[in-house]
């Protein structure tokens, strides 16, 4: 079954570092999006990609934050100078149709960013 | 985009259905209704949607009234590995833009 993958699992970074999360969407998949979710606390949306452009963002999505699909295959999320509150668990999604209809969003398993 | 409101937390035995309710009053009447399923460190997987009446796959049962109003979740004979969080989400397109809700966090008993 396709999956969509994340990498790393894990990423541990010193406050105002630059990290970049990883994603490979499932293939025949053209939107994009990720998600955040602090411990104990809702998933939230951060941003939706298609056409290689930012379809969406949310208030939480300000200028430190960026997404690029540099190739065919990977989405990236990179947070440019993070702070402690960034630490959370990041979600990559995609789906196979637009928000023009409800339509599954297919998740990854994630990368825990811890922000020291 | 519709509010949805569902309980914190139920606990159930195993083997017991199980039946989650949403309340969605100000639901609009192009919204779709969907449910998915989170299991700790995990993303959220995609459960059931429904628009109207009685929908179900091999997973579950979702029941939608006339007035559409509220949803039900309905998991039947659940195990022990359907201790998860349930959200609902209610949406037309762009639904996957909102925070999810808080959920309802169902723990399975032994």
């Known amino acids: 079954e396709p999956e969509v993958t994340q990498t790393p699992s894990h990423q541990v970074t010193q406050m105002g570092q630059e990290v970049i999360l990883r994603c490979v969407p499932i293939?025949?998949?053209?939107?994009f999006y990720w998600y955040r979710q602090i411990l104990g606390q809702k998933v939230e949306f951060l941003v939706s990609f298609y056409n290689n452009e930012i379809s969406e963002k949310s208030e939480i999505f300000d200028d430190q934050f960026s997404v690029e699909r540099p190739d065919g295959s990977n989405f990236t999320l990179k947070i440019r100078s993070t702070k402690l509150e960034d630490s959370a668990m990041y979600f990559c999604a995609s789906s196979d149709s637009s928000g023009t209809g409800p339509e599954e969003l297919f998740f990854g398993s994630g990368t825990q960013l811890s922000v020291l | 985009l519709a509010k949805t409101t569902q309980p914190i937390s139920m606990d159930s035995y195993e083997g017991q259905e199980v039946n989650i309710t949403c309340s969605h009053n100000n639901i609009a009447t192009n919204d779709y209704i969907t449910w998915y399923q989170q299991f700790p460190s995990q993303g959220p997987r995609f459960i059931i949607q429904?628009?109207?009446t009685k929908v179900t796959n091999e997973v579950a049962s979702l029941f939608i009234p006339a007035d559409r109003k509220s949803s039900t979740l309905s998991l039947p004979r659940v195990s022990l590995s359907d201790t998860a969080v349930y959200y609902c989400l209610v949406g037309s397109g762009g639904y996957q833009k909102v925070t999810f809700g808080t959920g309802t966090k169902l723990q399975v008993i032994p």
């Open positions: 293939s025949n998949h053209l939107y």
């Open positions: 429904g628009y109207k």
